[in-house]
């Protein structure tokens, strides 16, 4: 006898108090998805509806269109990359030991869930072709500014940068290192690779990686 597939039951309306609450974080981890693998132009509401368990229509109880549901993955996105990486640095002092320590938790957000790094990578573009979103993610996107140029104005300060250094020179290259790496990762889909890639960059920044 062969065995029949359980679908995922759909709310039909506002879920309410801890189903709400519960309901509204399955919409944005798979509306995460969906705009990692497929873009904003090509996601409808109503895939992320039946991979999230609801119906198309109940989207709107939570976000009235598709640019305010892409800002708030960009948000939850955001705080959750950027969560992690004040934990990883917070017992570290110097630049090379607070980069590493945000390399390395790159790699396991990476391996964890793949859409994170996916997601991001696609911002900038999207922005590009979508002038709506510009404004709806601007307040987010300089929560990557403030920690690159923290760091860098950090190691400013403590003597740690030649005398001829740029701190806005060093945050723009720990900027293009980061997205680089989460670049590369997403397409190759390779953990392993990207994993193998940041010791290498760790190596070359200690000063170790030549004989």
Do not use: C, W
């Not at 679908?7 to 990692?36: I, M, N, W």
């Not at 368990?53 to 950027?82: C, D, F, M, N, R």
């Not at 980061?178 to 990762?185: D, H, P, V």
């Amino acid at each position: 006898m062969s065995q029949r597939t359980t679908p995922v039951p759909r709310r039909l309306g506002r879920p309410k108090d801890a189903a709400s609450a519960e309901t509204h974080q399955r919409l944005l981890a798979e509306a995460r998805r969906a705009f990692a693998r497929d873009g904003f132009d090509a996601t409808t509401n109503r895939e992320i509806a039946e991979a999230a368990g609801i119906t198309a229509g109940a989207i709107y109880h939570y976000y009235p269109s598709k640019v305010e549901l892409y800002g708030a993955v960009y948000e939850e996105v955001q705080a959750i990359v950027y969560g992690e990486f004040e934990r990883a640095i917070a017992p570290h002092a110097s630049l090379i030991d607070r980069f590493g320590a945000t390399l390395d938790v790159s790699v396991t957000m990476n391996r964890d869930d793949p859409s994170i790094a996916g997601f991001v990578i696609g911002v900038a573009g999207e922005a590009e072709r979508h002038p709506e979103l510009v404004e709806r993610l601007a307040k987010a996107r300089k929560v990557n500014t403030r920690f690159m140029r923290r760091l860098a104005r950090d190691a400013a300060e403590r003597g740690e940068l030649a005398a001829d250094i740029s701190p806005r020179a060093v945050e723009d290259l720990l900027n293009a290192m980061l997205s680089g790496l989460a670049r590369f990762s997403s397409q190759t889909g390779d953990a392993g690779r990207h994993e193998d890639a940041v010791e290498v960059l760790k190596r070359a920044l200690a000063g170790t990686l030549i004989r």
